[in-house]
């Protein structure tokens, strides 16, 4: 793409014009991802957007004209204001000393292109607009690596998100060597782009060179030395791609897809071990809740992978084990089977839609009628009463209070 091109593409922009008239208290500049996005012709609906004069102030301005509300994200020196709008969120922040300064240091020249609103110039002082149009993913510098630690995990994970770029060796390198430093950074940054990166299209390619470079050691150590990435990597490309599939299974994938990355730890392929998975995602910084629900959905789903549209009795009774994780369990499961080349996505879809049917129906006995029946006090006993005859409900082996209250007797004798 050309200067010129590039020009015209963001002139078309009815957004920009709009932007660029909602204050006039200093020179804004389009950059950073939101100005990458347009030049490649994606969409985006979200403007990072550099300041000459009082960030605040515009941001403000900005808030009243779009009808949204502004505040400070990070810590000074280095606050960024949002502008979340129904539509559009919008990032500003301050040019620290001049614009040539706040240029260089950027992350990758491919986000160091600066735009001047309303009718440009397009600034490019560092080659991006011509690594844009060759696919390259370049740093500005390597200093720049060290100064925010992030950068590194950001790189690797625009090769996810942008399947277009490519990194070149030297930048690979450069990543490689800073990846220590990511120890260092904020977990819930570390989680944002872990996010992001699992949601790519690329993931497959991106968590192989995460992992080649010690990007994924550096951050769980338990990727040191592990041999079956390509696996695991496999296993993130499915699980991205039944997220576009659309429906229960792909909703459920997003929230499981997270386990991936703890799976040299919990013994991946093999014998699950969830709260070792759990463990290591908290070690990342994600939600203790999400990490425990993700990594015990992936352990159900590594139980329901061998009789998935094979066993109905044994599926039905993981599903009465599984209860709310039962979506996010068949989601893993479904993802497995397409990394040894089969498609479990019709007996998932199948076994949720029972799952649905079944848990809709009142129970044969409720908790008190099994207390009264068995003498049971309130507790784990009853509890684990309770559990017993709901499986044995899912596998088909009690259809009627008659068979239930012979089931439990016979239980409890045993």
């Not at 389009?30 to 609906?45: E, F, I, V």
């Not at 260089?104 to 110039?121: C, E, K, M, S």
Request: contains cysteine; charged residues 25%.
């Amino acid at each position: 793409m050309t200067g010129p091109e590039a020009a015209r593409r963001l002139l078309a922009s009815p957004l920009l014009r709009r932007i660029a008239g909602l204050w006039d208290g200093g020179q804004l500049f389009l950059t950073g991802g939101s100005l990458r996005d347009r030049l490649l012709g994606l969409p985006t609906h979200d403007l990072d957007l550099a300041v000459s004069g009082d960030p605040r102030a515009a941001a403000e301005a900005v808030a009243v004209r779009l009808g949204g509300r502004c505040f400070p994200l990070g810590h000074p020196p280095l606050v960024t204001w949002r502008v979340a709008g129904a539509r559009h969120n919008v990032d500003l922040w301050g040019i620290e000393g001049g614009l040539e300064h706040d240029i260089f240091r950027r992350d990758f020249t491919v986000n160091a292109l600066f735009w001047r609103l309303p009718r440009g110039p397009l600034l490019d002082l560092v080659g991006g607009l011509d690594d844009l149009a060759a696919g390259r993913l370049r740093v500005v510098r390597k200093e720049n690596l060290v100064s925010d630690p992030l950068r590194v995990l950001r790189g690797v994970r625009l090769l996810a998100t942008h399947p277009e770029l490519r990194l070149t060796a030297e930048s690979e390198q450069q990543l490689g060597r800073s990846a220590p430093g990511l120890r260092s950074v904020a977990r819930e940054r570390v989680c944002e782009e872990l996010r992001l990166l699992l949601g790519g299209p690329g993931v497959e390619r991106s968590l192989l060179l995460a992992a080649r470079i010690g990007v994924m050691e550096a951050m769980l150590p338990s990727w040191r030395g592990y041999t079956r990435v390509q696996a695991v990597a496999r296993l993130a490309g499915e699980l991205r791609a039944l997220q576009r599939a659309g429906g229960a299974v792909a909703r459920a994938a997003v929230e499981v897809a997270v386990a991936v990355l703890a799976s040299p730890g919990a013994g991946f392929p093999g014998a699950w071990e969830a709260p070792a998975a759990a463990a290591a995602l908290a070690a990342i910084g994600w939600p203790p809740r999400a990490a425990q629900r993700a990594a015990a959905a992936a352990g159900l789903g590594e139980q329901l992978l061998p009789v998935l549209g094979r066993n109905a009795a044994a599926e039905r009774d993981l599903a009465a084990q599984a209860d709310d994780l039962l979506e996010p369990a068949v989601a893993w499961a479904v993802a497995r089977s397409a990394v040894t080349g089969a498609d479990s996505r019709v007996p998932g879809t199948a076994l949720l839609r029972w799952w649905r049917r079944f848990s809709s129906r009142p129970p044969l006995l409720s908790g008190e009628e099994i207390a009264t029946l068995l003498a049971l006090p309130a507790g784990p006993a009853r509890g684990a009463a309770v559990r017993a005859l709901r499986r044995a409900h899912a596998r088909g082996e009690v259809r009627n209070r008659e068979q239930a209250e012979r089931f439990l007797r016979e239980t409890q004798i045993r």
